[in-house]
């Protein structure tokens, strides 16, 4: 989504929940019921152009996630490598660390002879 797109899209959400605002505050005991049905209709409308704009985000974020998958498993495969071989250093040291201890046995063997 483009910078102007989304600047207008978030100066008009803001507009929607200001105006959803102000026709919350109004006191509607003092109105009579054509004044009810009609403030209904406006918290209606604006309630669900709010909806409609942010089911657009989830679509565009759901489609920006959906592009991303194969990247996504591409990068998993090698932090599964990575993972791999960093197991494979560690078996090694532990081989290497095996190997000095026992050369160090063997020199504790000869230094006492």
């Given amino acids: 989504m483009s910078n102007n797109i989304k600047k207008s899209r978030n100066k008009c959400l803001k507009n929607l929940y200001a105006m959803k605002l102000k026709l919350l505050r109004i006191d509607a005991d003092e109105l009579s019921q054509d004044k009810k ?6 918290l209606d409308t604006c309630s669900r152009n709010i909806l409609t704009l942010e089911t657009a985000d989830l679509k565009n974020l759901s489609s920006d996630f959906i ?18 071989n960093l197991n494979n250093a ?24």
Avoid: F
Avoid at 37 to 42: C, E, I, T, V
Avoid at 90 to 113: C, F, N, Q, S, Y
């Fill in 90 to 113: 560690i078996e090694i040291i532990r081989v290497a660390a095996g190997g000095l201890d026992t050369v160090a046995g063997i020199v504790k063997l000869i230094a006492k002879a």
């Fill in 67 to 84: 592009d991303k998958v194969p990247e996504l498993l591409h990068i998993t495969e090698e932090l599964k490598n990575d993972l791999n």
């Fill in 37 to 42: 049905n009609k403030l209904a209709k406006k």
